[in-house]
């Protein structure tokens, strides 16, 4: 009853959008809790089987069509996914959309990740909070400015687990 009701309100009431990401967001944190606890997968099917209040987008950045499906896939029960190949793509979505993650490359044609970047956090300030960056060439000044923004990165290639973790890690923030 309660999930029908946040459902109801967060349609009706713009306002409301809000606290039903962060009730979607507590939900995942209890199910992720209970998947690393011996001997509650039941517990954790049902929990599963509840509705979702609230549908996260994700925006994944990345010229490289191989890499961008392996994170969609690694990605794909987290929430609603868009696509774009290069910077300025990225930041068009990113002005049309909210995106409670952005996993964005770095060497791109057009307009590399961290323009995007830049670009994303003059118009919107908060979003630095939402960004993950994954490189295959993290030269030594681009890792001075992720350490300098405190931005978390990951180097390609990367383990599936770290990129889930890292993801979820942002997904999961308040």
């Given at each position: ?31 992720l809790?209970?998947?690393n ?23 994944i ?7 961008s499906?392996?994170?969609?896939e ?30 964005s ?14 670009q ?10 939402r ?21 978390p ?22």
């Amino acid at each position: 009853m309660f999930l029908y009701v946040v459902n109801s309100l967060k349609r009706t009431t713009p306002e409301f959008r809000y606290a039903a990401t962060k009730i979607q967001s507590h939900k995942r944190s209890i199910e992720l809790f209970f998947e690393n606890i011996p001997y509650t997968h039941d517990v954790v099917l049902k929990l599963k089987t509840l509705p979702s209040v609230w549908n996260e987008k994700i925006l994944i950045i990345e010229d490289e069509e191989s890499v961008s499906e392996l994170i969609q896939e690694i990605l794909c029960k987290e929430g609603k996914i868009d696509v774009a190949f290069n910077g300025v793509e990225g930041f068009q979505k990113i002005k049309e959309n909210y995106y409670k993650l952005i996993i964005s490359d770095i060497d791109m044609p057009k307009l590399d990740g961290l323009a995007c970047y830049s670009q994303a956090v003059e118009k919107f300030p908060q979003i630095h909070k939402r960004f993950l960056f994954l490189t295959g060439n993290a030269s030594t000044e681009t890792q001075s400015f992720l350490r300098d923004n405190q931005l978390p990165f990951l180097t390609k290639p990367s383990h599936i687990k770290a990129i889930r973790d890292h993801a979820l890690q942002i997904l999961l923030k308040p």
